[in-house]
Structures are given as structure tokens and as C-alpha cells.
């Protein structure tokens, strides 16, 4: 059982959903980040997502897509990333898991990036690009090596695909909760809780639902009908804006634990 799976058997157990944000790796440097992941960690968070700066991000909005340009102007490098986990992912003692463009995993061989991902003490990888048809070779090093792999459903995927893509997924499935690129938004679809219950009656994966969620409100409105919820933009819109490292990381801290008191309150 990967440590995403016994993650999510925990939650049922104690009746709890998952909180999991998201956080550039690098951005503005990797000790930042790894302050803001402990920091997230004891606000409440249960699983931790890190991105990997991209310079031709597909999905990432404006937000995310600026946080990757300042890590890579900062000269962040992928060793940095396993580095990253490699020092520090026994203090913070929660799954974490990678954002990474199916071209970065290519390009350092499928086998090379798990087994330095695993060994460095991330449990999975969130892969929004990877498409189903090609997405077998990866998804069978994955289940081999008990590393997540996490794949994308988006509302404008059809049916038996969205099927498809839950077969070769495993931890949990992320469904985007609206059409288009990351980012806060004010409202959600009101067809979104039926398209979630459609989803749930074809998979036993855990469903989380990300894109989207700006605060507190969303993320109430969403917990009822998700195993977990991904925080993303609204997180990393605070650490730019935040004059400091320790202003950074109180920022994010308070804003998490206001997340994990609306979830848990839903």
C-alpha cells in the first residue's frame, strides 16, 4: 500500500477529508519552500503537492505560471526537488507528491524519475499532461514501485475516457473542477456535484477536486462532495506577496489553517 493509499484509508476511517496544497518548488528559493511545507503540514494539511517549475507550463495560470518563472530565474535545478524531499520529508511526515509536465519525466527516463522521486521520500506524481494513450508505460513503473500516479479529469472530458483514465491512475484521481487553467475563482459549476457522484460510481479511487478553490467559502461548498481538496494559486498568490520569508510562511500557515477549519467544519 503506497503512503497515499494508506493516507486516504486513514481518512475514511476517521471520517476526514484531505486537505492538499500546493506549493513551487523553489519560489522563491528551496529553503522557503521547505519552511512553508512544514509550516503547512502543522496548520493541517495532509498531503503536500510541490511543482516543478516548467518553463511551457500547460495548465498553470497566471499565478502559478509566475512562480515557476522566478524559481527558474533563481536557477532552480530538478536535483533541487529530490534534494528537497531528501532533507526534509521526515520533519514534515505527510505525503508529498510532485507536479511535474510529462516531458520533464520523459526527458530523465520514467524509471530514472520515480526511483529518484521514491528514494528521496516523495510518495506520488501528479502528471496533468500525461494522455491515456500513452500513459501505460508509466502508470505500470508506478504500480511496480507503489508510487502514485495521479492523472487529471477535467469537466470536458467524455465519460469513457474519464473511465480510462481512472483505470491507469492510482492514490487518487484529481478532478479539475472547471474548464480551463489554474486559478481562484468566485463560482463553480452547478452541474459539479452530479459529475462527482457520475465519477464516483465508476472508480474506487478517492476523488479530490482542485482548480479553483479561492478560500474558505469554495472550500466548504466542496468538502461534502470530495475525498480531498487541492489548494493551489490561492497559496502561492501569498507568497508573492508576502515582503518576507517569515511573512510568507505565517501567511500561508493561517490561510491553511482557516482551509483545514472550513473543511473539517463541512
Same mark, same amino acid.
Given at each position: 500500500?503506497? @503512503?497515499?493509499? %494508506?493516507?486516504?484509508?486513514?481518512?475514511? /476511517? %476517521?471520517?476526514?477529508?484531505?486537505?492538499?496544497?500546493?506549493?513551487?518548488?523553489?519560489?522563491?528559493?528551496?529553503?522557503? #519552500?521547505?519552511?512553508?511545507?512544514?509550516?503547512?503540514? =502543522?496548520?493541517?494539511?495532509? $498531503?503536500?503537492?510541490?511543482?516543478?517549475?516548467?518553463?511551457?507550463? *500547460?495548465?498553470?495560470?497566471?499565478?502559478?505560471?509566475?512562480?515557476? %518563472?522566478?524559481?527558474?530565474?533563481?536557477?532552480?535545478?530538478?536535483?533541487?526537488?529530490?534534494?528537497?524531499? #531528501?532533507?526534509?520529508?521526515?520533519?514534515?511526515?505527510?505525503?508529498?507528491?510532485?507536479?511535474?509536465?510529462?516531458?520533464?519525466?520523459?526527458?530523465?527516463?520514467? @524509471?530514472?524519475?520515480?526511483?529518484?522521486?521514491?528514494?528521496?521520500?516523495?510518495?506520488?506524481?501528479?502528471?496533468?499532461?500525461?494522455?491515456?494513450?500513452?500513459? /501505460?508505460?508509466? =502508470?505500470? *513503473?508506478?504500480?511496480?514501485?507503489?508510487?502514485?500516479?495521479?492523472?487529471?479529469?477535467?469537466?470536458?472530458?467524455?465519460?469513457?475516457? @474519464?473511465?480510462?483514465?481512472?483505470?491507469?491512475?492510482?492514490?487518487?484521481?484529481?478532478?479539475?473542477?472547471?474548464?480551463?487553467? #489554474?486559478?481562484?475563482?468566485?463560482? $463553480?459549476?452547478?452541474?459539479?456535484?452530479?459529475?462527482?457522484?457520475?465519477?464516483?460510481?465508476?472508480?474506487?479511487?478517492?476523488?479530490?477536486?482542485?482548480?479553483? *478553490?479561492?478560500?474558505?467559502?469554495?472550500?466548504? @461548498?466542496?468538502?461534502?462532495?470530495?475525498?480531498?481538496?487541492?489548494?493551489?494559486?490561492?497559496?502561492?498568490?501569498?507568497?508573492?506577496?508576502?515582503?518576507?520569508?517569515?511573512?510568507?510562511?505565517?501567511?500561508?500557515?493561517?490561510?491553511?489553517?482557516?482551509?483545514?477549519?472550513?473543511?473539517?467544519?463541512?
Amino acid at each position: 500500500m503506497s @503512503q497515499v493509499d %494508506q493516507l486516504f484509508k486513514n481518512l475514511r /476511517e %476517521q471520517n476526514r477529508k484531505a486537505l492538499m496544497p500546493f506549493v513551487t518548488a523553489g519560489d522563491p528559493d528551496s529553503a522557503t #519552500t521547505a519552511a512553508i511545507l512544514l509550516a503547512m503540514k =502543522a496548520a493541517g494539511a495532509d $498531503l503536500c503537492e510541490v511543482g516543478v517549475p516548467y518553463s511551457d507550463p *500547460i495548465a498553470d495560470g497566471p499565478v502559478i505560471q509566475a512562480s515557476y %518563472q522566478r524559481a527558474l530565474d533563481a536557477g532552480f535545478k530538478l536535483d533541487a526537488l529530490f534534494d528537497l524531499a #531528501t532533507r526534509h520529508a521526515d520533519a514534515i511526515a505527510v505525503p508529498m507528491v510532485t507536479m511535474a509536465s510529462y516531458s520533464i519525466i520523459y526527458r530523465m527516463g520514467l @524509471q530514472v524519475y520515480v526511483d529518484r522521486a521514491k528514494a528521496a521520500g516523495y510518495a506520488g506524481a501528479i502528471v496533468p499532461d500525461l494522455l491515456v494513450e500513452e500513459a /501505460e508505460p508509466l =502508470a505500470k *513503473i508506478c504500480r511496480d514501485a507503489d508510487f502514485s500516479l495521479i492523472q487529471l479529469v477535467t469537466p470536458t472530458t467524455p465519460r469513457e475516457r @474519464q473511465v480510462r483514465i481512472a483505470d491507469t491512475s492510482t492514490g487518487f484521481l484529481y478532478y479539475v473542477s472547471v474548464t480551463g487553467i #489554474t486559478g481562484e475563482r468566485n463560482a $463553480l459549476p452547478a452541474d459539479l456535484n452530479d459529475s462527482v457522484s457520475w465519477l464516483r460510481d465508476q472508480t474506487d479511487l478517492p476523488i479530490c477536486i482542485g482548480f479553483g *478553490i479561492s478560500g474558505v467559502e469554495t472550500a466548504a @461548498q466542496l468538502a461534502p462532495v470530495a475525498d480531498g481538496l487541492i489548494v493551489g494559486s490561492a497559496i502561492v498568490r501569498r507568497i508573492a506577496a508576502a515582503a518576507d520569508r517569515d511573512s510568507a510562511v505565517k501567511d500561508v500557515a493561517d490561510f491553511v489553517g482557516q482551509l483545514r477549519r472550513a473543511v473539517d467544519a463541512a
